[in-house]
């Protein structure tokens, strides 16, 4: 992408200096081992820098070609490839999903208590829901009750040696945690609309990812796997030697007086399984990419369908995606119970694929009505600012994506800058 003086497009070179003391006193504090942070207005990079390090042991720098896994941001991918389908009229947005996958036809509803205590679906889960995270599905790793418990016994939510068409025959298995569009639940749901992709289009996701969306927006970078040639890219994974966790919702952190005291070592850079093509091709978390990769994913919804002459989507497809699905109007905070998620609760609607800033001052948080996030459980977080024509791209590698407040100081730090 055209890179650009920020002054240019009505941001604060002077302000941008913050940006940069905030980018390193992430890592000179240990929080971070190392980052990378871009921005864009106007179609074009105004900020792009780096900090630390992608391996602490071998001392690789964190920069702009370093390789991550981006986890949860690979949802609004998925979402994008389901909409592009929608568009060649393979399915319709209140489709119940067992007119494509079978088994979810039986799939019962939890009603408290042991898992034999289960209702029939009362009206049948739809694609839209998959896509908005309101199916009743929900993720192991939750530890709210038996359900989750069920998926963890399964294995559902780990590292899967199984395909997606015949994970997804066992997902249906497990009971359903409400019923469909009831609640709002963070869940696999998106790893069951990656599979009806698959369905769909009538190939892997992989393979239809690479055909239809990376190769044409120039994705060189976004995978499911890194290749052996580029391995010395690939950034190795932390988490807190402290083992603390801030939240969404938590006051933030001052980074000079909070001193975290060190970073341990999860996945190694030299020895990671994301040498080897996955079995499982996961549509709710499985691609890395870089921060290049995703800038222009960016662009091509921010332009509304479009990068270059590849056109993805409709414009008229990106704009509904953009709105509050949930039923009349309600934020997370009203449909959701306020556990482990990628986003705030209050003033937080959510749309196809992504969360939606529907009330700025419910949410506490300086942004525009209509931006849309998310992030990615290693503390990736992207966010899309279509009033001010601005997004936003930060690539780290900690797991929990809950240890710090980044992305709510990220904001504050971002919008500052802005001159008009």
């Known amino acids: ?62 920069s702009d070609d370093t390789i991550v896994r981006i986890f949860s941001m690979t949802k609004p991918i998925t979402t994008v490839a389901a909409m592009m389908l929608y568009e060649r009229g393979c399915f319709q947005l209140d489709h119940p999903v067992a007119r494509y996958i079978p088994a979810f036809e ?24 998959l896509m908005t995270h309101t199916s009743g599905l929900t993720y192991g790793f939750m530890n709210q009750n038996v359900v989750d418990g069920d998926y963890r016994a399964r294995g559902l939510d780990q590292n899967k040696a199984t395909t997606l068409a015949d994970w997804v025959d066992q997902l249906a298995a497990v009971p359903l945690l409400c019923q469909p569009g009831t609640e709002w639940h963070y869940s696999v749901a998106t790893d069951v609309l990656g599979r009806l992709v698959e369905i769909w289009s009538g190939q892997s996701l992989a393979d239809f990812f690479e055909r239809e969306i990376f190769g044409p927006l120039g994705m060189a970078d976004t995978a499911f796997c ?23 919702t938590s006051p933030p952190v001052n980074p000079l007086k909070d001193r975290d005291p060190g ?23 499985g691609l890395v990419s870089t921060i290049g990769d995703y800038c222009r994913f960016c662009q091509m919804l921010m332009n509304r369908g479009v990068l270059d002459r590849a056109r993805l989507l409709s414009p008229k497809t990106i704009d509904y995606m953009r709105l509050n699905q949930l039923p009349n109007g309600a934020d997370l905070a009203a449909m959701g119970q306020a556990v482990w998620s990628e986003t705030n609760y209050e003033g937080i609607g959510f749309g196809i694929g992504w ?40 690539l780290t590698q900690l797991l929990p994506s809950s240890t710090y407040p980044l992305r709510r100081e990220l904001r504050a730090q971002i919008y500052q800058s802005l001159l008009d």
């Open 1 to 62: 992408m055209e890179r650009t003086k920020p002054e240019s497009v009505g941001i604060s070179s002077a302000r941008l200096k913050q940006v940069s003391a905030w980018l390193e006193t992430q890592v000179s504090s240990e929080r971070l081992a190392g980052a990378s942070l871009a921005i864009a207005r106007r179609g074009r990079i105004v900020f792009q820098e780096t900090a630390g390090l992608a391996d602490q042991a071998s001392g690789q720098e964190f």
């Open 355 to 394: 969360a939606v800033v529907i009330d700025p001052v419910k949410a506490n948080i300086v942004a525009s009505v209509g931006e849309h996030h998310w992030g990615g459980a290693a503390s990736t977080f992207f966010w899309l600012d279509p009033k001010e024509d601005l997004f936003v791209v930060f």
């Open 106 to 129: 039986r799939t019962q509803v939890w009603l408290g208590g042991d898992l034999t205590m289960t209702e029939p679906q009362a009206t049948r889960m739809t694609v839209r829901q």
């Open 226 to 248: 890194v290749p052996e040639d580029q391995a010395h890219r690939f950034s190795s994974l932390y988490r807190p030697s402290s083992g603390a966790v801030m939240g969404a």
């Open 263 to 285: 970073l341990l070592l999860l996945d190694p850079m030299a020895s990671s399984p994301y040498f080897q093509a996955p079995k499982f091709q996961s549509g709710g978390g």
